[in-house]
């Protein structure tokens, strides 16, 4: 099983808003990843998780926090976002023993700040 | 540094028609590579992935791509398009630097599949 799951699918949200993107994996990925995807351009990278620590934070705006509560599960909370942070939003998971440490993604988070 | 570029921001062929779609690499190391497409609407699915043990490699859906040292290439090929085949697909090197490998993609290729 390869499935990487993203809670909700398509989010609104306003400017003041709090909400939290959820990924799931149950493949023993010890490797977790957040992307963000704008239209026709591939996924940025943002954060990198490695054994639930964060390992890698590509400068992202205090605005997105990411959080990984245990080797499975990784979120993202939001607070406080512009109308550009509108963007398809991705997970993805690896594992970490040997290279090529190839990446599986979810279907992605659809947000949309109005 | 790794990276990667893709040749032709859109590709459009005939159902039936070979499909083409170039990437070529730099890196100082032998590396990685992987080929994702992304269909409308949907995140980024491993369509094969190159890691020295066979310069042609095979994927999913009939598609395969070729190692070719000498040309610093990874091209994408699959002989016969069909109408299914239209999506978004990215060119990928493996950034050895952290322990996990993070992806470096190209800016992609849009398939387009006439009938």
């Known amino acids: 099983d390869t499935e990487v799951t993203q809670t909700p699918k398509h989010l609104v949200m306003g400017m003041t808003n709090k909400k939290s993107l959820k990924c799931e994996q149950h493949?023993?990925?010890?490797?977790m990843y957040w992307y963000k995807q704008k239209a026709k351009k591939p996924p940025e990278l943002m954060f990198v998780y490695s054994y639930e620590k964060l390992s890698i934070n590509e400068s992202v705006p205090s605005r997105f926090s990411p959080e990984c509560p245990n080797s499975s599960l990784l979120n993202l909370h939001l607070h406080a976002l512009q109308p550009e942070d509108s963007a398809l939003y991705l997970c993805?998971?690896?594992?970490?023993?040997?290279?090529?440490?190839?990446?599986?993604f979810g279907p992605g988070t659809r947000l949309t700040v109005t | 540094a790794q990276s990667v570029t893709q040749l032709g921001s859109h590709v459009s062929v005939s159902e039936g028609a070979l499909v083409l779609l170039r990437c070529n690499y730099s890196?100082?190391?032998?590396?990685?590579l992987f080929w994702y497409v992304q269909y409308p609407n949907q995140g980024l699915q491993l369509l094969l992935k190159?890691?020295?043990?066979?310069?042609l490699v095979k994927g999913i859906n009939g598609f395969e791509a070729e190692f070719k040292k000498s040309e610093t290439s990874f091209h994408l090929t699959k002989p016969s398009a069909h109408m299914s085949d239209a999506a978004e697909y990215f060119c990928a090197v493996s950034d050895m630097a952290g322990s996990q490998g993070n992806l470096i993609f190209g800016k992609g290729t849009k398939l387009s599949v006439k009938p």
């Open positions: 493949m023993g990925h010890r490797a």
């Open positions: 190159y890691t020295s043990a066979a310069t």
């Open positions: 890196s100082s190391v032998p590396p990685y």
């Open positions: 993805a998971s690896s594992q970490v023993r040997q290279a090529p440490y190839e990446q599986y």
